[in-house]
T-cell receptor, first 113, second 109 residues
Framework: NAGVTQTPKFRILKIGQSMTLQCAQDMNHNYMYWYRQDPGMGLKLIYYSVGAGITDKGEVPNGYNVSRSTTEDFPLRLELAAPSQTSVYFC????????????FGQGTRLTVV | GIQVEQSPPDLILQEGANSTLRCNFSDSVNNLQWFHQNPWGQLINLFYIPSGTKQNGRLSATTVATERYSLLYISSSQTTDSGVYFCAVEAYTGNQFYFGTGTSLTVIP
Protein backbone atom coordinates (compact mmCIF):
# COMPACT_ATOMS: atom_id res chain seq x y z
CA ASN A 1 0.00 0.00 0.00
CA ALA A 2 1.25 3.47 -0.85
CA GLY A 3 -0.88 5.09 1.89
CA VAL A 4 -1.32 8.83 1.34
CA THR A 5 0.52 10.27 -1.65
CA GLN A 6 1.01 13.99 -2.22
CA THR A 7 2.34 15.68 -5.31
CA PRO A 8 4.36 17.75 -5.92
CA LYS A 9 6.88 17.63 -3.06
CA PHE A 10 8.16 21.15 -3.74
CA ARG A 11 6.84 24.10 -5.72
CA ILE A 12 7.65 27.76 -6.18
CA LEU A 13 4.80 30.01 -7.34
CA LYS A 14 4.72 33.64 -8.32
CA ILE A 15 2.20 35.95 -6.67
CA GLY A 16 -1.14 35.66 -8.44
CA GLN A 17 -0.51 32.24 -9.97
CA SER A 18 -2.76 29.29 -9.30
CA MET A 19 -2.02 25.64 -8.68
CA THR A 20 -3.52 22.40 -7.47
CA LEU A 21 -1.93 20.22 -4.81
CA GLN A 22 -2.78 16.59 -5.37
CA CYS A 23 -3.59 14.05 -2.67
CA ALA A 24 -4.51 10.42 -3.18
CA GLN A 25 -5.05 7.57 -0.71
CA ASP A 26 -5.41 3.87 -1.43
CA MET A 27 -6.82 2.76 1.93
CA ASN A 28 -10.50 3.26 1.02
CA HIS A 29 -10.77 5.92 3.72
CA ASN A 30 -13.81 8.17 3.88
CA TYR A 31 -12.21 10.99 5.83
CA MET A 32 -9.61 13.23 4.23
CA TYR A 33 -7.98 16.45 5.45
CA TRP A 34 -5.76 19.26 4.28
CA TYR A 35 -3.49 21.05 6.76
CA ARG A 36 -0.91 23.78 6.51
CA GLN A 37 2.12 24.12 8.75
CA ASP A 38 3.90 27.44 8.99
CA PRO A 39 7.53 27.50 10.21
CA GLY A 40 7.85 26.59 13.88
CA MET A 41 4.11 26.15 14.26
CA GLY A 42 1.58 23.36 14.59
CA LEU A 43 -0.78 22.19 11.87
CA LYS A 44 -3.91 24.15 11.00
CA LEU A 45 -6.87 22.51 9.26
CA ILE A 46 -7.79 24.07 5.92
CA TYR A 47 -10.56 21.82 4.61
CA TYR A 48 -11.82 18.33 5.27
CA SER A 49 -14.12 15.78 3.67
CA VAL A 50 -16.18 13.00 5.21
CA GLY A 51 -16.79 11.26 1.89
CA ALA A 52 -17.05 11.70 -1.85
CA GLY A 53 -19.06 14.80 -2.71
CA ILE A 54 -18.90 16.25 0.81
CA THR A 55 -16.43 18.91 1.91
CA ASP A 56 -16.33 21.44 4.72
CA LYS A 57 -14.19 24.32 5.93
CA GLY A 58 -11.62 23.99 8.67
CA GLU A 59 -9.88 26.73 10.66
CA VAL A 60 -8.10 28.54 7.81
CA PRO A 61 -10.01 28.03 4.49
CA ASN A 62 -9.58 31.48 2.94
CA GLY A 63 -7.70 31.43 -0.37
CA TYR A 64 -8.26 27.71 -0.96
CA ASN A 65 -10.80 25.44 -2.57
CA VAL A 66 -11.28 21.69 -2.55
CA SER A 67 -13.31 19.04 -4.29
CA ARG A 68 -13.91 15.35 -3.60
CA SER A 69 -15.29 13.62 -6.66
CA THR A 70 -13.89 10.20 -5.71
CA THR A 71 -13.08 8.41 -2.45
CA GLU A 72 -9.39 8.27 -3.38
CA ASP A 73 -8.61 11.87 -4.37
CA PHE A 74 -8.82 15.17 -2.50
CA PRO A 75 -7.11 17.99 -4.44
CA LEU A 76 -6.47 21.41 -2.90
CA ARG A 77 -6.69 24.41 -5.20
CA LEU A 78 -4.88 27.70 -4.57
CA GLU A 79 -6.25 30.62 -6.56
CA LEU A 80 -4.28 33.86 -6.82
CA ALA A 81 -1.34 32.74 -4.67
CA ALA A 82 -0.12 35.16 -2.00
CA PRO A 83 3.12 35.19 0.06
CA SER A 84 1.00 34.36 3.15
CA GLN A 85 0.33 30.95 1.59
CA THR A 86 4.00 30.01 1.78
CA SER A 87 3.85 26.94 3.97
CA VAL A 88 4.14 23.18 4.09
CA TYR A 89 0.89 21.45 3.18
CA PHE A 90 -0.07 18.04 4.52
CA CYS A 91 -2.85 15.78 3.39
CA UNK A 92 -4.24 13.09 5.69
CA UNK A 93 -6.87 10.39 5.64
CA UNK A 94 -8.63 8.24 8.21
CA UNK A 95 -10.97 5.28 8.12
CA UNK A 96 -14.44 4.57 6.92
CA UNK A 97 -15.94 5.73 10.23
CA UNK A 98 -15.03 8.29 12.83
CA UNK A 99 -12.67 7.50 15.67
CA UNK A 100 -10.01 5.84 13.55
CA UNK A 101 -6.32 6.44 13.11
CA UNK A 102 -5.20 9.18 10.70
CA UNK A 103 -2.30 8.81 8.27
CA PHE A 104 -0.36 11.67 6.71
CA GLY A 105 1.32 12.23 3.38
CA GLN A 106 4.91 13.43 3.02
CA GLY A 107 3.95 17.07 2.62
CA THR A 108 4.26 19.68 -0.14
CA ARG A 109 6.59 22.61 0.49
CA LEU A 110 5.16 25.67 -1.28
CA THR A 111 6.91 29.02 -1.62
CA VAL A 112 5.11 32.04 -3.08
CA VAL A 113 7.43 34.80 -4.30
CA GLY B 1 -13.10 24.46 18.41
CA ILE B 2 -11.34 22.28 20.92
CA GLN B 3 -8.14 23.68 22.48
CA VAL B 4 -5.06 21.47 22.65
CA GLU B 5 -2.10 22.51 24.78
CA GLN B 6 1.21 20.71 24.99
CA SER B 7 3.98 21.05 27.54
CA PRO B 8 6.80 21.67 27.76
CA PRO B 9 7.23 23.64 24.52
CA ASP B 10 10.94 22.82 24.38
CA LEU B 11 13.02 20.09 25.95
CA ILE B 12 16.73 19.30 25.80
CA LEU B 13 17.88 15.91 27.05
CA GLN B 14 21.13 14.08 27.43
CA GLU B 15 21.15 10.80 25.54
CA GLY B 16 19.86 8.03 27.81
CA ALA B 17 17.57 10.27 29.87
CA ASN B 18 13.83 9.78 30.27
CA SER B 19 11.09 12.35 29.61
CA THR B 20 7.36 12.91 29.85
CA LEU B 21 5.41 15.06 27.41
CA ARG B 22 1.92 16.24 28.26
CA CYS B 23 -1.14 17.04 26.14
CA ASN B 24 -4.19 18.76 27.68
CA PHE B 25 -7.43 19.20 25.76
CA SER B 26 -10.48 21.28 26.51
CA ASP B 27 -13.35 18.98 25.58
CA SER B 28 -14.31 15.33 25.35
CA VAL B 29 -12.57 13.52 22.50
CA ASN B 30 -13.14 10.30 20.61
CA ASN B 31 -9.75 10.23 18.94
CA LEU B 32 -6.27 11.13 20.14
CA GLN B 33 -3.00 10.50 18.36
CA TRP B 34 0.65 11.25 19.05
CA PHE B 35 2.96 12.05 16.15
CA HIS B 36 6.68 12.60 15.79
CA GLN B 37 7.78 15.10 13.16
CA ASN B 38 11.34 14.29 12.29
CA PRO B 39 13.94 16.88 11.21
CA TRP B 40 12.99 16.20 7.56
CA GLY B 41 9.40 17.23 8.24
CA GLN B 42 7.79 13.81 8.02
CA LEU B 43 4.90 13.08 10.40
CA ILE B 44 5.26 9.64 11.91
CA ASN B 45 2.33 7.99 13.72
CA LEU B 46 3.37 6.99 17.22
CA PHE B 47 0.16 6.08 19.00
CA TYR B 48 -3.56 6.03 18.36
CA ILE B 49 -4.77 6.28 21.95
CA PRO B 50 -8.20 7.80 22.70
CA SER B 51 -8.03 6.12 26.13
CA GLY B 52 -5.87 3.73 28.13
CA THR B 53 -2.18 2.89 27.90
CA LYS B 54 -0.05 1.59 25.06
CA GLN B 55 3.62 0.76 24.73
CA ASN B 56 5.88 0.48 21.72
CA GLY B 57 9.51 -0.19 22.56
CA ARG B 58 10.99 2.75 24.47
CA LEU B 59 7.84 4.81 24.00
CA SER B 60 4.58 4.54 25.85
CA ALA B 61 1.46 6.68 26.11
CA THR B 62 -1.43 7.06 28.50
CA THR B 63 -4.68 8.92 27.92
CA VAL B 64 -7.05 9.73 30.79
CA ALA B 65 -10.05 10.84 28.78
CA THR B 66 -12.19 11.72 31.81
CA GLU B 67 -9.51 14.19 32.99
CA ARG B 68 -8.75 15.42 29.47
CA TYR B 69 -5.04 14.74 29.21
CA SER B 70 -2.57 12.41 27.61
CA LEU B 71 1.08 11.68 28.41
CA LEU B 72 3.85 10.43 26.16
CA TYR B 73 6.81 8.76 27.86
CA ILE B 74 10.19 8.44 26.21
CA SER B 75 12.71 6.24 28.00
CA SER B 76 16.44 5.92 27.35
CA SER B 77 16.29 8.72 24.78
CA GLN B 78 18.41 8.57 21.63
CA THR B 79 19.53 11.31 19.26
CA THR B 80 17.11 9.94 16.66
CA ASP B 81 14.25 10.87 19.02
CA SER B 82 14.92 14.55 18.27
CA GLY B 83 12.16 16.44 16.51
CA VAL B 84 8.75 17.83 17.36
CA TYR B 85 6.09 15.75 19.08
CA PHE B 86 2.48 16.61 18.35
CA CYS B 87 -0.71 15.56 20.01
CA ALA B 88 -3.89 15.70 17.86
CA VAL B 89 -7.49 15.18 18.92
CA GLU B 90 -10.91 14.82 17.37
CA ALA B 91 -13.80 16.12 19.46
CA TYR B 92 -17.00 14.12 19.92
CA THR B 93 -18.98 16.96 18.43
CA GLY B 94 -17.22 17.35 15.09
CA ASN B 95 -15.18 15.74 12.34
CA GLN B 96 -12.17 18.01 12.67
CA PHE B 97 -8.78 16.82 13.88
CA TYR B 98 -7.02 19.52 15.94
CA PHE B 99 -3.27 19.66 16.58
CA GLY B 100 -1.47 20.97 19.61
CA THR B 101 1.43 23.39 19.37
CA GLY B 102 4.00 20.65 19.83
CA THR B 103 6.99 19.87 22.04
CA SER B 104 10.37 20.36 20.41
CA LEU B 105 12.78 17.71 21.71
CA THR B 106 16.54 17.83 21.25
CA VAL B 107 18.59 14.86 22.43
CA ILE B 108 22.29 15.56 22.70
CA PRO B 109 24.97 12.85 22.73
Amino acid sequence: NAGVTQTPKFRILKIGQSMTLQCAQDMNHNYMYWYRQDPGMGLKLIYYSVGAGITDKGEVPNGYNVSRSTTEDFPLRLELAAPSQTSVYFCASSGRARNTEAFFGQGTRLTVV
Amino acid sequence: GIQVEQSPPDLILQEGANSTLRCNFSDSVNNLQWFHQNPWGQLINLFYIPSGTKQNGRLSATTVATERYSLLYISSSQTTDSGVYFCAVEAYTGNQFYFGTGTSLTVIP
